[in-house]
Every structure is written in structure tokens, then in C-alpha cells.
């Protein structure tokens, strides 16, 4: 079991900025690569005209997913390392349903604002000081909406633990339920006009 | 190599990959890991342990591969142990390598400790094992001073009669409910029957 | 410079996830954006106002045991997007100054919209621990419920709210 390799201390907590930046890098790239950075593009996901947002989004997450099942049962990475976000039930529901208010309006999510006003986009960069303003001003409430935010605690809480299957069958569910997806995504598609192109 | 083929590689790679993960189940490397859900419904159903009148039937008949452990220090152990059973204190249970075939019992004092160390042979893999709920004084109350009421039933006192004589077959004391002699303490009950011998 | 057109979405996907991957592999931990936003705050809290900052239970996670900001992992991560952003763009002839809008909105009203809908985006974020990247594709890789959750009201507000705003793209 050698990975995660920040964990068996391969490197230090300096060196680990350093793998943060080139990590962003490649992320910020394949976001740009795809159209990421165009909002008229990401808003078309919500017109049900381009939906490059689900196809990217959803080829990444079963990609990963695969990815650590896999090294995880050929005994390279060490699955019970890796930190697994925590989940509160109501807020991050709440949050959710906030946050992808904000996405359909602003037409950009946090990360790709960033690809946006670094490629020039004068809208990008409003969005990244709206995301600022709005990420401070919650905070500065946060007494406030303290309670609320702490709400019902689950802590580490996955689908396997909920629906009580194993990991497998769910990550094989998941897989089936994505490629469906993208049929169906490439036949909204061809029946628009077509995805944003540039 | 042409896009349209490359995509449908990829689309058969995840399919394949994640029909083998549903097979496999677990992502870790020993094949199992510590699946809670699992745990929590033998706790529920209470597979997760035996009776004190049970483990006397598996030893009287010979279950084959019955390896009863008792988890605690060695001055106890000397002092009185279930007939048949290894010492082993729970650092080393953990690290026991026990076979397919065999069927673990562990016992404590109270129970507890054997309970605990069921949990961690049980996130470790193993399937066949079990503890005493009740522990050492679970032992001594139901197999060797257990209480027969006087007044009973046809199909009771079947039962009644079974449990005598498997407590008979320890060495041990059947006691009648009804009689005048109060149901002697644990200490009480070792020095009688430590008093047997064998 | 005639722009390049975009990749396959697929494929696109695939190397994101494989940089997704790649962080679980060699961190332990995921990919994030909004949380370097929350730290970019704490940071100027603690510029302006020590006291406070410190104070504040929400922003005290990102600042130092003495309340001073500190590099955090995830605003350098966001600055390699940048550059990475930046990069792809300039080699595929993408960088553009302009705003991004629909054809019946003005550029103001867009500007406006593009504030607006961030700062929702950033209240939605604190509450969610995370954004898309942080919560959609750590935690959805991951299978963790919560981020399941925030993917199904996530895409699922943003349909409800986007015939609202339709003028703004259409």
C-alpha cells in the first residue's frame, strides 16, 4: 500500500503546494480544453442545448471512481485514506439548491470563473469578486446561520453505507447510468441546434 | 484511430471495469473491509454471538474446528476457564491466523472485551467467529449452576432435563428454583468446581 | 488566429478525472475551488480586522493557530487553474477580451447578473462545503451522500431558475 503518497510521507507539507499548483494546472487546462471557460456554453446546459456540463462532468467523476476501485483493490492506494467529504443532510441540500440558482444566473461555478477571467473574459472576473462577496458576507453572518449550517450531521456518509449495497454493484450502476445519460445527452443535442461552438 | 471508436473503447472499458467491480465488491485489497452495515445487522440479528448452552452442546458434541479463545490475562485463566479453551490475550487474536474451516468462539469476563475483539476479526475477514455475550459468568450461571424451577411444563421440563444434563456432563451443579439454598455467587461456584477436578 | 474548436467532452472528461484521480493518489484528498474563495476571505478579514477574524468560527479554519492567513493547498491549486486556463486558451487561439452573453442582454445588465449570481453561488458554496469541483466531483467520485445530494438540487435549481433568466443567454 504506498498511495496516498502524501500520507506515507513521500513529501513534505511544502512540497504538497507545489503538487497543488501542478495539479491546478492540469485541471484548469482540460476545463479550457473543453469549453469550461465559456459561460454561453455552460449556461446552454440549462437551455438543454449544449451539454458538454453533464458529459464532462459525469466521464470525470466515473473516471475517478473506476480509478480508485480499481487501484484500491489491486492494493496500490490505500481507499480508506483518502479524505471523504462529510455530509450534513439539510444544508448541503439547501446549498445545493442555492448554489445551482446562482450557476443558472451567473452562468459559471467557482472554478470555471477562474478559467474564464484568466482567458480574458471581463464576465469571469465579475463572477470571481460576486463568489468573493458572497462567500464573505456569509461568513461574516455565519454566527447567525450557525445553527442551520450544523444541522443534521452524518459525517462520513456514502451511498453504500445508505442503500446497503457494496461498492462494486454501485459503482457498476453508476457507470450504466452515466452512459445512458450520455446517449440520451447526444440525442438532446442533435435534436438543437447543435453545442456551442465557440 | 478514429474519435467515434476511441469513445466506444472507452464507453466498453467502464462497462467492463464496472461489471468486475460489482463482481469484486469491495475496492480493498484483502477483499474486505469494514463493512459496517454488514457488522451492525449480525449485532442486530444476533449472529454475532452464542449462548453459554450452546457452546456447551458445540463441545460436547465436538464441533469440528472449534477453537474457543479466552481474551483474558493469564491469573484468570488459571483461576477457572471453559473446558477446551486457549488463552489469548486480544493483541495477539488480531494477529492469529485462523483457517476457513475453523469456528471461533472468544470469551471474557463479562463479555465485553470478547465482544470488542469480534469486531476487529470481523473487519479483519473473518467470517466464522462469534463471542459470549454473557462471558465466563454467563459459563457458569447457565451451564454449571444453572436454575431448573421446579413446576414445569411437559415440553419444559424436556428442555429442563437437556440443560441438566449437559451442565452434568461439565461437572457442573443443576440447581432446583424452588430450593431453600440460596443460588450461590460466582466465586463460590469456581471453588466447587474447581473442587471436581478434570 | 481562428480559434481551435473544443475537445471531445469525453475525452475532456476522461483527463479530468484522471487529474481528479491523481489527487486522490498522490494527496489523499480531492479537487476544490470554492474553499479557496472562503480562505481568500478569512485572509482579508484577518488583514482588516484580527480580532474578528479570529473570533469568527467560519473563517478561523482558514486562518493560522495565531489568526494570520496561510497558504492554503487550495488557493494555489486555483491559481494553477488559472494558469492552466490560460495556457490551453493561448494555444488554441481562445484568448479573447470579452463579455459573455446572450444576444438580448446588454453588457452592463450581464456584468450585473454575473456579480448576482456569484455572490448566490458563494452563500450556496459555504452552506454545501463546496462548489462543483469540491463537491460534485471530489464527493461524487467519492459516493459520498451528501455530495449526491448537492449534485441532484445543484442541477436541478438551475433548471428550475434558468427559464427566469432566459434573456440573459437566449
Known amino acids: 500500500m504506498i498511495a496516498p503518497f502524501f500520507d506515507s510521507g513521500a513529501f513534505s507539507e511544502t512540497a504538497s503546494i507545489g503538487v497543488a499548483l501542478v495539479i491546478g494546472i492540469a485541471f484548469g487546462w482540460f476545463l479550457e480544453r473543453s469549453g469550461m471557460g465559456s459561460a454561453r456554453k455552460l449556461a446552454g446546459q440549462f437551455y438543454l442545448r449544449d451539454l458538454t456540463v453533464f458529459k464532462v462532468m459525469f466521464t470525470a467523476i466515473i473516471t475517478a471512481m473506476l480509478g480508485v476501485f480499481w487501484l484500491g483493490r489491486f492494493g496500490v492506494l490505500d481507499v480508506d485514506r483518502i479524505f471523504v467529504p462529510e455530509t450534513w443532510l439539510v444544508p448541503q441540500l439547501v446549498g445545493g439548491l442555492v448554489f445551482g440558482a446562482g450557476f443558472a444566473i451567473s452562468g459559471l461555478c467557482p472554478g470555471t470563473s477562474c478559467v474564464a477571467a484568466a482567458t480574458g473574459r471581463i464576465d469571469g472576473v465579475s463572477v470571481v469578486a460576486g463568489m468573493f462577496a458572497g462567500v464573505l458576507g456569509t461568513g461574516l453572518l455565519y454566527s447567525k446561520l450557525q445553527g442551520f449550517y450544523l444541522s443534521t450531521p452524518r459525517g462520513t456518509y456514502t451511498l453504500t453505507q445508505l442503500l446497503n449495497v457494496s461498492q462494486g454493484i454501485l459503482v457498476f450502476v453508476i457507470v450504466l447510468v452515466a452512459l445512458a445519460g450520455f446517449k440520451v445527452a447526444d440525442m438532446i443535442e442533435s435534436r438543437a441546434a447543435g453545442p456551442v461552438s465557440q | 484511430m478514429k474519435r467515434s471508436s476511441v469513445l466506444r473503447g472507452l464507453a466498453l472499458a467502464a462497462i467492463v471495469l464496472g461489471a468486475l467491480a460489482a463482481v469484486v465488491g469491495s475496492p480493498r485489497a484483502n477483499g474486505s473491509g469494514v463493512d459496517v452495515a454488514a457488522l451492525a445487522r449480525d449485532v442486530e440479528t444476533e449472529q454475532d454471538h452464542v449462548t453459554a448452552i450452546e457452546l456447551a452442546r458445540w463441545i460436547r458434541d465436538r464441533k469440528p474446528g472449534l477453537r474457543i479463545i479466552d481474551v483474558r490475562d493469564s491469573a484468570e485463566f488459571e483461576d477457572y476457564h471453559i473446558p477446551g479453551a486457549e488463552r489469548m490475550p486480544v493483541k495477539s487474536v488480531v494477529k492469529a491466523a485462523f483457517k476457513p474451516s475453523e469456528t471461533i468462539v472468544m470469551y471474557s469476563g463479562g463479555g465485553a472485551h470478547a465482544a470488542q475483539a469480534w469486531v476487529i476479526l470481523r473487519a479483519r475477514g473473518e467470517r466464522h467467529v462469534f463471542f459470549l455475550r454473557g462471558g465466563v459468568a454467563e459459563w457458569l450461571d447457565e451451564v454449571m449452576n444453572p436454575q431448573i424451577p421446579a413446576n414445569l411444563s411437559r415440553e419444559a421440563r424436556v428442555d429442563a432435563d437437556s440443560v441438566g444434563a449437559l451442565s452434568r456432563y461439565f461437572g457442573g451443579v443443576p440447581r432446583r428454583v424452588d430450593s431453600a439454598v440460596p443460588v450461590p455467587a460466582f466465586k463460590a461456584t469456581v471453588a466447587r468446581v474447581r473442587g471436581r477436578g478434570c | ?170
Not at chain 3, 491549486?77 to 490560460?86: K, S
Not at chain 3, 450556496?124 to 445530494?149: D, E, H, Y
Open chain 3, 1 to 170: 488566429m481562428s480559434a481551435k474548436p473544443y475537445s471531445n467532452p469525453y475525452l475532456a472528461g476522461v483527463g479530468l478525472g484522471l487529474v481528479l484521480l491523481s489527487a486522490f493518489v498522490i494527496m489523499g484528498r480531492g479537487l476544490g475551488a470554492s474553499g479557496a474563495f472562503a480562505s481568500a476571505a478569512a485572509a482579508t478579514v484577518a488583514t482588516a480586522a484580527p480580532e474578528s477574524a479570529s473570533a469568527n468560527d467560519y473563517f478561523s479554519r482558514y486562518l493560522s493557530a495565531s489568526g494570520s492567513p496561510r497558504i492554503d493547498w487550495l488557493v494555489v491549486e486555483l491559481i494553477g487553474v488559472m494558469v492552466g486556463g490560460f495556457v490551453s486558451a493561448w494555444l488554441a487561439g481562445r484568448l479573447r477580451r470579452e463579455i459573455e452573453r446572450g444576444p438580448r442582454i446588454s453588457n452592463s445588465a450581464r456584468l450585473r447578473l454575473a456579480f448576482g449570481g456569484g455572490a448566490v453561488m458563494g452563500v450556496g458554496a459555504v452552506l454545501a462545503r463546496g462548489c462543483t469541483s469540491g463537491q460534485a466531483l471530489t464527493g461524487g467520485a467519492l459516493l459520498s451522500v451528501g455530495s449526491w445530494i448537492f449534485i441532484g438540487a445543484a442541477f436541478g435549481a438551475a433548471y428550475v431558475v434558468a427559464p427566469l433568466v432566459r434573456r440573459a443567454w437566449i
